[in-house]
Structure formats: structure tokens, C-alpha cells
């Protein structure tokens, strides 16, 4: 470990602008080489020199970048593109070092020395200089790019107890090109931030793709029939499936350790022409809170007028809130954030989910298990005499779900759940085709809220554009109206995988009932005149909350395309 007085940290400033430069910087979210550059009029590679020299720090470039050696075992290359800092390996002097942008973030240099558990050298690199370093890493690091193009007999009456181990290292020893493939694939999907791996077997092979931040990318092309069915029948094994049923679907689950921790991922095997399609999703529990800290719905990204609304439903003494959207959109982790803010202790709080994706202290979770006959409306049965006050119920997928929800709201309980709908106003047609009672609907309902993620533009990478006229005109913008907009689109880089975006947000719409809206419920009044009735109160709708971001600089016109329009 360094010395507290390490002169990275402590040293008195040489000179106040560099103070007064980091400050700016924090305001306006830049790195502090680029405010130092813009305003000296000096190149970047020069500020981060002057600053080097000023704090008495050996500067590195690309050159001096490549010949160490990355501890990505200490410190994950997660972390290192999180941070923009690197934790490196000097084998010749046999010493660490923290290669940091700004010295003045002193949490980045001590949770480096954490990682390193030793004596660390204090280093800076322009951005740009760690950027082009973590992407020649991350491409060199592919843990598929290792596999070799030997067929070996997968022995398919391995049956696998515990949990699997992900590293590179795990990924190097295994002697089977099936299991090799398998574990490689996660191991990058894991990495890389996925939630869903897709292995879909065509008639040469076998084609891997990831769905990060909410788009399908395809990743590799594997040849080789036979080594697509071993890959498909480890999966299998691994999730205790049975591997000599090829005619019908199967659903199972798995867990694997990967830094530091456990992940649960949920297998879905569809047959196909060409053989079988595997489907893996990812439940990290863990991410959220690394994401998020303590779970608030300040934290998830929502526009402040959404939380407000979102927290008085989610206060209510009793009644149903609805939160619906499609897979993947983060219907779960909003449920989640609210009941983390509400939970007082005073009150019994229920959930009952499938799986249980984050544990939360002082909650009774319950995982479905149908195998087992503990359905969701089995277990929302026995919940309710187990006296609760709030009831969670991961999602309404039948007609005897939604009558013991609809009946546990009419009842003095506060139920949040989630339904998969495209809209808050498709809600109703949903529940109306499962035949429920609109009066009872329409009483128990206190709000219904949807969501969507979209795509943010990365910070790096990110630049002026001028959008096309198609796009305006598909908004209803015109040029008056387009003038208040800051449309800026990332234009691909190392940092965003070359996508031109990095993270996502959530966006909101949020329909509160009145009488008047109950009644037209109750009524079976068309949708339209229900659209009417809500934009009439002041009803914001997903692609205008989309197109708040697109103001500010935050997205595309073309994400909102992809994420809200219909046709």
C-alpha cells in the first residue's frame, strides 16, 4: 500500500489553476485534460503532460502502455472501463501501477491500491492513450478467440454438482472444444455486460449472439455441425436437462462464479430446423448494486417528475400498481427500488417471484417453483394469509393471477406487480381478454405505469449531427421546433464497442385513474376516447419522455425510433 502522504493525494498544489480546472470539470462532466486543453489552447497529450510534471508523475503513452502487463485479475477490465483507469504489472521492476486521467480523484487511487494490496506507482495517461489500450485488451481477451477447431467427444453423461467456475483460466484448461466453447461464452458475455446469450444452430454451425443494452449483436460464427449439437447437449448438462429430448422445449437453470461472485442464468432450448436454439439468461444480482449502490428510484434514471408520481402510488395504503413493458426493460428493478425506499419495517412486505432476481433485507421473497405445484396464484393464495401489507407478485400471466391480485387490492393490501404489455392503455385489453371484472379493475387500480430502456450516447465519442428530414417529420418537429433541440449521435469508438452508445436509460409514462377514467373503464369505452380523457390531464407519453433526452444531448432520434414507435 502507498503511504498516506502519498504526494498524488496530498501534495499542496503547485498552482491553483489545477483546482480550479478539476472543479470545471466536475461541473460540466468533462475529463479534466479536455478543460485544461480547451482552455490553455493546448493539445491534451500536452495537459496531461504539464499536470504530470506539476504533481511530479511519470506520464505514460501508448508505447509505455503496451509494455506492462494488465492485472485484470485485481483489477476486472469492467472496472477499468468504468473508471478510465488501469491497475498494471511492472514484471521488470517487479512493482505495481495505477494508471489514472485525474489525479485529483482520489476514491479511483485508493480503491486502485485496494486492488493491489501492495506498493503502487502513480502514473497519468490522456484518455484517449487508456481508451485505445482497454480496446486492443478487450479484443485480445476474447476468451472465444482461444478455441481451438478440434472436435472431441463430449462425454453427455456428465452431470455437473455445484457451481461452475468462470475465468480465463477455467476457460484454458478445459480439454473439450464443447465445454471450452460453452464456458468462453459466458465468460465474454458476462464481461461484455450481456443480458441474454442467443446460440443458434444453423446448417454450417453454430451463431452466437449477445443482447447488450437492449440490442441483439452477433458476436461469432462457429463451423461445424457436430460441435453446435456438443455445445447445445453441454448447456444441457449443465442446466439437468435431458439431453436426448431434441423434439420439444425445455426450460432450466444454472449458476456460475465469475468475479467474486454468484450468477444465476435461466436456459431456454427451442428444437429448430437445424437442430436446437439456446437462449441463457443472465440474473446478476450483484450488478444492480454495483449499478446502483442502495437500490432508490433516484438512481435508476427516471425524470424527476416520474419519480414523484412513481412514489406517491407506490405510498398508497392499499390498491394495485401496475408496471409493465417488455422483457428486459427493468420492470422488476423499479418494483425493487420502490420497495426499498417504502420499507420501514413497520410493515409486512411479500413477494413472490420467478426467480427472486435481488434479495432484499427484511422482505419475505418466494420463488415460483411449478415443478413443485407453487404456481404464482398458489402462492398469492397462501400469501394473503400470512398478513401482509404490501404484496409483490413478479408478473400476471393468467386469469386466476389477476383475480387474486384485482382481489387482495379491493382488500386493504397494496399490490405491486407487472404485466407485459406494450403500452399503459394495451393494459386493459389484456385483462379484458383474460376475462376480469372491469368494475373490479377499475377499483383496485391506483395507477399503471410503463417503461422502456434506451440507449444513451457515449460520453467519448459523442458529436454534433445533423438528423434527416424523415426523422423530423416522423417526430412532427419542425425546424423552429428542432432548434431547441442539442442532437448529438456517438460515432463509435473503443469505450461503446464501436456502437456510438454506452449505458441506457429509463423512460417513463405513467396513467393515474380518476373517477372519470374508471367510469370509461367500466364502460368498455373505446381506447381512444381513454387516450383523450388522459391527455386531457396533462398524460406524458414514452416518446415524449424519449424525446426530452434527445434535447439534452443524450440520445438519438433513431434510438426513440426503435424504442417507442409502433410502425
Not at 485544461?36 to 503513452?61: N, T
Not at 476474447?142 to 467456475?165: K, N, Y
Not at 410503463?450 to 426523422?471: E, F, G, K, M
Request: proline share 4%; net charge negative; with cysteine.
Amino acid at each position: 500500500m502507498t503511504d498516506p502522504a502519498s504526494p498524488l493525494i496530498n501534495t499542496p498544489l503547485r498552482t491553483p489553476d489545477f483546482r480550479r480546472y478539476h472543479e470545471l470539470a466536475q461541473k460540466q462532466g468533462r475529463p479534466l485534460l479536455d478543460v485544461m486543453s480547451s482552455d490553455a489552447g493546448i493539445s491534451v497529450r500536452q495537459a496531461c503532460e504539464e499536470l504530470a510534471k506539476a504533481f511530479g508523475l511519470r506520464m505514460l503513452d501508448s508505447a509505455g502502455l503496451q509494455a506492462l502487463e494488465p492485472a485484470f485479475s485485481a483489477w476486472p477490465l469492467t472496472l477499468a472501463q468504468q473508471r478510465r483507469a488501469l491497475l498494471m504489472s511492472d514484471a521488470i521492476n517487479g512493482k505495481m501501477i495505477a494508471v489514472t486521467t485525474d489525479p485529483f480523484e482520489t476514491s479511483v487511487l485508493v480503491q486502485l491500491e485496494h486492488a493491489a494490496q501492495s506498493a503502487i506507482e502513480h502514473t497519468l495517461a490522456t484518455v484517449e492513450d487508456i481508451h485505445a489500450y482497454l480496446h486492443l485488451q478487450e479484443s485480445s481477451l476474447r476468451a472465444m478467440d482461444q478455441l481451438g477447431t478440434e472436435t472431441e467427444a463430449l462425454d453427455t453423461a456428465e452431470r455437473l454438482s455445484g457451481v461452475q467456475i468462470l475465468s480465463l483460466a477455467s476457460v484454458a484448461e478445459a480439454t473439450s472444444p464443447a465445454v471450452r466453447l460453452v464456458s468462453s461464452t459466458l465468460y465474454d458475455a458476462l464481461r461484455s455486460g450481456a443480458s441474454d446469450v442467443h446460440l443458434e444452430c444453423m446448417a454450417s454451425g453454430l451463431c452466437i449472439k449477445y443482447r447488450i443494452d437492449g440490442v441483439l449483436d452477433e458476436i461469432k460464427q462457429i463451423p461445424g455441425k457436430e460441435l453446435a449439437e456438443q455445445a447445445i447437449s453441454r448447456i444441457k448438462v449443465i442446466a439437468n436437462l435431458d439431453i436426448a429430448e431434441r423434439r420439444v422445449p425445455q426450460d432450466g437453470s444454472f449458476q456460475v462464479q465469475a468475479q467474486e461472485r454468484l450468477i444465476d442464468l435461466r436456459v431456454s432450448i427451442m428444437p429448430s430446423i437445424h437442430g436446437e436454439d439456446a437462449v441463457i439468461r443472465i440474473l446478476d444480482k450483484q450488478a444492480i448494486v454495483e449499478a446502483h449502490g442502495r437500490l432508490s428510484l433516484d438512481a435508476l434514471g427516471f425524470d424527476t417528475g416520474s419519480i414523484e408520481l412513481l412514489r406517491e402510488l407506490t405510498q398508497a395504503a392499499y390498491g394495485m400498481l401496475l408496471v409493465t413493458g417488455p422483457t428486459g426493460s427493468g420492470k422488476t428493478t423499479t418494483l425493487y427500488a420502490a420497495l426499498t425506499e417504502t420499507h420501514t419495517g413497520q410493515d409486512k412486505i411479500i413477494t413472490i417471484e420467478d426467480p427472486v432476481e435481488y434479495q432484499l433485507p427484511g422482505v419475505l421473497q418466494i420463488p415460483v417453483n411449478e415443478r413443485k405445484g407453487l404456481t404464482f396464484a398458489r402462492g398469492l393464495r397462501s400469501i394473503l394469509r400470512h398478513d401482509p401489507d404490501k404484496i409483490m407478485v413478479g408478473e400476471i400471466r393468467d386469469q386466476e393471477t389477476a383475480e387474486i391480485a384485482v382481489q387482495s387490492a379491493l382488500t386493504g393490501h397494496l399490490v405491486l406487480t407487472t404485466v407485459h404489455a406494450n403500452n399503459v392503455f394495451d393494459v386493459f385489453g389484456r385483462f379484458t381478454h383474460m376475462g376480469l371484472d372491469p368494475y373490479a379493475l377499475a377499483s383496485a387500480l391506483n395507477g399503471i405505469w410503463a417503461q422502456r430502456l434506451i440507449r444513451i450516447n457515449c460520453p467519448n465519442c459523442s458529436q454534433p449531427y445533423v438528423p434527416d428530414a424523415a426523422d423530423l417529420r416522423r417526430f412532427a418537429l419542425n425546424d423552429e421546433q428542432a432548434q431547441a433541440y442539442q442532437f448529438m449521435k456517438g460515432c463509435g469508438c473503443g469505450d461503446c464497442r464501436g456502437t456510438g452508445y454506452r449505458g441506457r436509460r429509463a423512460i417513463a409514462e405513467i396513467l393515474l385513474l380518476d373517477d372519470e377514467l374508471r367510469e370509461l373503464i367500466v364502460q368498455g369505452a373505446p381506447v381512444k376516447r381513454i387516450k383523450d380523457h388522459a391527455r386531457q390531464r396533462g398524460f406524458a407519453t414514452l416518446q415524449g419522455s424519449a424525446l426530452a433526452l434527445v434535447r439534452k444531448g443524450l440520445t438519438t432520434l433513431e434510438e426513440v425510433r426503435r424504442v417507442t414507435l409502433s410502425i
